[in-house]
């Protein structure tokens, strides 16, 4: 019996653009801003963003942390961010 293997993608940023690598999340954080994210309000580092046009964002990443190619996908799928924002 053959097995078939689901061919893994790499993660990517986003639909058009690969992401390279680990981010800061001060330096992502600073991208959203650029954006036109506002900080709405913030409970330590639970920061709630928000944009016209957008749902509110939790942005929830203390300033040293490192944010992985998964979690980054994730905020650019919620967020509009692509790599060149970076």
């Known amino acids: 019996m053959a097995r ?3 061919a893994s993608s790499p993660a990517c940023f986003s639909l058009h653009e ?6 800061g999340a001060s330096r ?3 991208a959203l801003l650029r954006l036109g994210w506002t900080i709405k309000r913030q409970s330590g580092s ?12 939790v ?3 203390h300033d040293s942390d490192e944010i992985g190619p998964r979690m980054l996908a994730r905020i650019a799928k919620h967020t509009g961010l692509t790599q060149s924002d970076l």
């Open 18 to 23: 690969p992401l390279a690598g680990r981010q």
């Open 46 to 57: 639970h920061r709630t963003l928000q944009r016209p046009g957008w749902p509110d964002f």
């Open 4 to 6: 078939h293997f689901r």
């Open 28 to 30: 992502v954080l600073a």
């Open 59 to 61: 942005f929830a990443f």
